[in-house]
């Protein structure tokens, strides 16, 4: 019997084919999408989730109060706290620092390597996580100092096919001793490492105020704790202990609250300041979730209406079969078993279609997520188990309507023309599926807007033709008046500076300052900058003047603020007022008490998410906190020659070491990196629903036409053109598409506005967007009704009317 069903299934579809190839198409269109979106879902909530003792690791975050300004949410942690927390707390079975170097140059066998990802560990990191060592023992590692464990990747860009455990690299002219060897680490890992080296290697590297020092951040610091102890528990005995022991270390110590952050919580609901990389965005895992659920639901209420509609031209095939001794249960299996063998087939395409485009996929999100055969068989069977369950509720309505209708009924005539019940049924779906549709369309309008806006907006400085190149090491950062003096030699370079800080990039160095009769410290974020830092960036001074090289004093008692920092210090007439802050000289910190020079006028260090924060400018001298990146603006946009001219001169310097560089606008343009992958996703999604939409409709209305074709034709041997015939089609769906948009528009509002809430920088909200969306919506859905009509009116009456 269920061998006759299928056979009568597939002349069904022989006979029906362009019903069947909307249905296959749309309902895999709709499934692929779904795979897709699923995949990327459960690589997102996998981070983590490999470490042994994942349920026990957390990290330790600081929140540190800035004064009068809100309380500052932070990943790192002061240099002491891991040792402190191993010594003192026995519920603790191992803590371990990090951290990152993002690259260094290696000596190896005479020739420079360039490595990027580089992580600098306690002892206990093998303890704490579960990376899987190849070669080596976890028990001894790290014990001493100048040890490292490379991956297998690195390993072999280092040495090729020879095992180098106990070889001996250079990095800054320090001996490190390959002692292991450890797989590479996961793309789901919250930190990737190339290499990990010991901490001890770089201790004597920190100055003393580094180390011993208690109101500084400089590590992550992350800890294994007894499976018998409540986190909420410990967290309240390491700040009892903090408070009692470290507040009279400086006013960062003095305010600082310390947090248990869970490992699993690290990659999608951590937004803290210095975040040891870039994290996932759990909302957007919803936003994804919550796509892939629409897409579906709007294939599936295509095929449902389709399917309807196609039921009513087969009220006499059912007649006869209940004539020749079919029973509902009969009628009822048919049509299921046709729905779920067009469910299959889409179900197929849609794996077929997955093999094929995933490393597109992977491509824009930036994941390495294999081909899906058959590691996560778990998660297609739940796919396909959905599909036939979407199947059996596509299926269901129309063979149980049409198993309940009488004999007589069903042989009166081929069609029943549309009933109250069903025609009410697909309007509401043709309208949910638009409404759905006008909703990701208003979505992807205004994250498309909001992204042009932070990419356009004047950020205060002008990014173009300056190019950033990061001091490898120290040894080339201590010759940076020489790099600046050849360079500025050349007819292309327009102006060169230094800074300790990123460019762009989130300010970690942080200060207190106090100003003339005040008593209060607040902490302000401090740039060490060089000569031409305000002309290199083509930032504005409003008040005041800027640093000149030409005045000694400035190294030593002079300051710029921007407008921002004003405003905190209140004060009124910045310029000329005394500005008691603090300063490095050697390997201690010192007192700076120095004159504000002058203003500098608000610019974006940072990424858009961020408000402006008070800055602070100090001049940089050969004694203070040393510089990280090289700024060079160049006059024109010739390009290869300056970078040719960068390198030449960078080669004469760098004794050996590669030459790298980026540009300041594309740097900028990399903090949107998360959101303009996330508006390519959504956009792709958007379009495939509206496709799936249009195809539905599509679908109706050919359908409705070849209901109608005696009306038509009698219309037009009456006298109708064909404008006539098509409005007669387009005002009945002209309607519901109208009715979809202003049902649309209110939630569109309510969730876009709630993810522009992100941004503390960010475009307003009008009804041009709504009308934008609506009016694409209407003309490509009211396009495809027109041109199925348009056909339909084109028709012979006399060829028509002959076939009825």
């Keep these: 019997m269920l061998k006759n069903y299928f056979k009568i299934a597939f002349r069904s579809f022989k006979k029906n084919k362009a019903y069947s190839a909307i249905n296959i198409f749309g309902l895999a269109i709709g499934i692929t999408s779904l795979i897709f979106i699923l995949l990327f879902i459960q690589d997102e909530l996998s981070y983590d989730k490999f470490h042994e003792n994942k349920d026990r690791i957390y990290r330790v975050t600081g929140s540190y109060d800035r004064g009068e300004q809100k309380r500052v ?26 951290s990152p170097n993002n690259n260094s140059n290696f000596l190896i066998n005479g020739e420079n390597i360039r490595q990027e990802n580089i992580v600098f560990a306690d002892s206990g990191f093998f303890d704490v996580f579960s990376f899987p060592l190849v070669e080596g023992d976890k028990k001894h590692l790290f014990k001493v100092a100048n040890e490292a464990v490379l991956t297998q990747s690195t390993a072999q860009k280092m ?20 002692s292991g060897i450890m797989k590479d680490t996961p793309s789901n890992s919250h930190f990737s490492a190339s290499m990990i080296i010991s901490s001890e290697t770089i201790h004597d590297q920190y100055p003393s105020w580094v180390r011993d020092n208690w109101s500084g951040t400089s590590h992550y610091t992350y800890i294994l704790l007894d499976k018998n102890i409540s986190p909420e528990v410990f967290e309240q005995e390491l700040n009892k202990y903090w408070d009692s022991t470290f507040k009279e270390y400086g006013d960062l110590a003095q305010y600082a609250e310390f947090s248990l952050q869970p490992l699993s919580k690290i990659h999608l609901e951590s937004n803290l300041v210095n975040e040891i990389q870039a994290n996932g965005n759990l909302t957007y895992v919803y936003i994804f979730g919550a796509i892939g659920f629409i897409i579906v639901v709007i294939a599936a209420i295509n095929y449902m209406n389709l399917a309807t509609a196609q039921s009513l031209n087969r009220t006499k095939e059912v007649g006869i079969r209940k004539v020749l001794g079919a029973e509902k249960g009969h009628v009822k299996k048919q049509f299921l078993s046709e729905s ?17 485009i995933i490393p597109f996929f992977n491509q824009i999100t930036g994941k390495n997520i294999d081909v899906i055969f058959p590691n996560d068989l778990p998660l297609i069977f739940a796919i396909f188990a959905s599909v036939l369950v979407i199947g059996l509720i596509s299926g269901g309505y129309p063979s149980f309507w049409l198993s309940r209708l009488s004999i007589i009924r069903t042989l009166k005539s081929n069609s029943l ?71 500025i030699k050349e007819s292309w370079v327009s102006s060169v500076t230094a800074t300790n800080n990123p460019l762009p990039g989130r300010i970690t160095n942080w200060r207190p300052y106090r100003t003339n009769g005040s008593d209060e410290n607040l902490s302000v974020p401090t740039i060490v900058v060089h000569d031409d830092f305000i002309e290199t960036i083509e930032a504005e001074i409003s008040e005041g003047r800027n640093f000149s090289k030409d005045r000694i004093s400035d190294r030593t008692n002079a300051y710029l603020i921007n407008e921002a920092a004003a405003r905190f210090l209140n004060l009124t007439n910045p310029v000329g007022s005394k500005l008691v802050g603090s300063t490095f000289t050697g390997n201690e910190w010192g007192s700076k008490d120095a004159e504000i020079i002058g203003v500098v006028k608000d610019f974006h260090f940072t990424s858009l998410h961020d408000e402006i924060q008070p800055v602070v400018f100090s001049l940089s001298s050969e004694q203070t906190t040393p510089l990280n990146n090289l700024a060079v603006r160049v006059r024109s946009e010739d390009f290869e020659t300056a970078i040719s001219g960068l390198e030449r001169t960078w080669n004469t310097f760098s004794n050996g070491v590669p030459f790298e560089y980026s540009f300041l606008q594309d740097d900028i343009s990399l903090l949107y990196d998360a959101e303009k992958k996330f508006l390519q996703l959504f956009s792709i999604f958007t379009t495939l629903a509206i496709i799936i939409s249009c195809l539905g409709i599509l679908g109706l209305v050919a359908f409705a036409v070849n209901q109608k074709m005696k009306e038509i034709c009698i219309r037009k041997v009456l006298g109708a053109d064909v404008v006539d015939i098509i409005w007669s089609f387009v005002k009945s769906y002209s309607q519901l598409i109208i009715i979809s948009n202003l049902l649309a528009w209110p939630i569109a509002y309510v969730l876009m506005k709630d993810w522009l809430e992100d941004f503390a920088y960010r475009v307003p909200i009008s009804g041009l967007e709504f009308v934008i969306a609506g009016s694409i919506i209407f003309l490509i859905s009211i396009g495809t009704i027109s041109l199925v009509a348009y056909k339909a009116a084109l028709l012979n009456p006399v060829k028509s009317l002959k076939s009825e």
């Design 73 to 98: 949410e932070s990943a790192l942690t002061t240099y002491q706290l891991g040792p402190q927390i191993d010594f003192q707390f026995p519920q603790v079975e191992k803590a371990v620092r990090i």
């Design 159 to 178: 040495f090729g096919d020879v095992n180098p455990i106990g070889s001996v690299i250079e990095m800054d002219g320090i001996p490190i001793t390959i």
């Design 340 to 356: 779920l063998l067009i469910s299959t087939i889409a179900f197929v395409v849609a794996l077929i279609s997955v093999e094929i």
């Design 417 to 487: 023309g549309s009933n109250r019940g069903g025609e009410l049924l697909k309007r509401g779906l043709v309208t949910l599926q638009f409404s759905i549709s006008a909703i990701v369309l208003v979505s992807t309008i205004l994250i498309s807007k909001q992204i042009q806006f932070v990419q356009n907006k004047n950020l205060g400085i002008n990014p173009e033709q300056v190019l950033v190149i990061p001091f490898q090491n120290s040894e080339i950062a201590n010759r940076f008046t020489e790099i600046k003096e050849e360079l």
